[in-house]
């Protein structure tokens, strides 16, 4: 989840739900504290004759996306790369907005999986700008 907002780590969670087996389709709806989010998923029938496929044990990985907590321009802390170890606290960059700037932070131990967002880049409110593996 994204320390800076999190409904939009909310949203993630909601999205990274697996469907049951021939289920098709679910709408999740969470409402407290003043707001409300709904996630619709769609999924496929898998046909009776096809066989599951079972994932290998341990080849799960736990990702979050970290988001822009504000619009502006993004400024990387370092040049990010893929493997990249982060732990929670340590400085991703900044947006800057207004002469301000909005730190943003790894929430969690891990690696960098992907970067989204290259310094320089005009970001928008809860845009991702990363995603982590969590360790």
Same mark, same amino acid.
């Given at each position: 989840?994204?320390?800076?907002?999190?409904?939009?780590?909310? +949203?993630d969670d909601l999205l990274r739900i697996e469907l049951p087996e021939g289920l098709t389709? +679910?709408?999740?709806?969470?409402?407290?504290?003043?707001? #409300?989010?709904? +996630?619709?998923?769609?999924?496929?029938?898998?046909?009776? #004759?096809a066989a599951p496929a079972t994932p290998e044990e341990g080849s799960t990985e736990k /990702?979050?996306?970290?988001? $822009? /907590? /504000?619009?502006?321009?993004?400024? $990387?802390?370092?040049?990010? =790369? =893929?493997?990249?170890?982060?732990?929670?606290?340590?400085? %991703?960059?900044?947006?800057?907005?207004?002469?301000?700037?909005?730190?943003? =932070? #790894? &929430? #969690?131990?891990?690696?960098?999986?992907?970067? %989204?967002? /290259?310094?320089?880049? &005009?970001?928008?409110?809860?845009?991702? %700008?990363? +995603?982590?593996? %969590?360790?």
């Amino acid at each position: 989840m994204s320390e800076g907002d999190p409904l939009l780590g909310l +949203v993630d969670d909601l999205l990274r739900i697996e469907l049951p087996e021939g289920l098709t389709g +679910v709408r999740i709806e969470v409402e407290a504290d003043g707001f #409300a989010v709904a +996630v619709s998923r769609q999924g496929r029938a898998v046909p009776e #004759a096809a066989a599951p496929a079972t994932p290998e044990e341990g080849s799960t990985e736990k /990702t979050q996306r970290v988001h $822009a /907590t /504000t619009v502006g321009v993004f400024s $990387a802390a370092r040049e990010w =790369t =893929t493997g990249d170890a982060v732990a929670r606290g340590d400085l %991703l960059g900044g947006i800057q907005s207004l002469g301000h700037v909005a730190e943003i =932070t #790894a &929430p #969690a131990d891990g690696e960098i999986r992907e970067v %989204l967002v /290259t310094g320089g880049a &005009p970001v928008e409110y809860g845009q991702a %700008l990363f +995603v982590l593996a %969590l360790r």
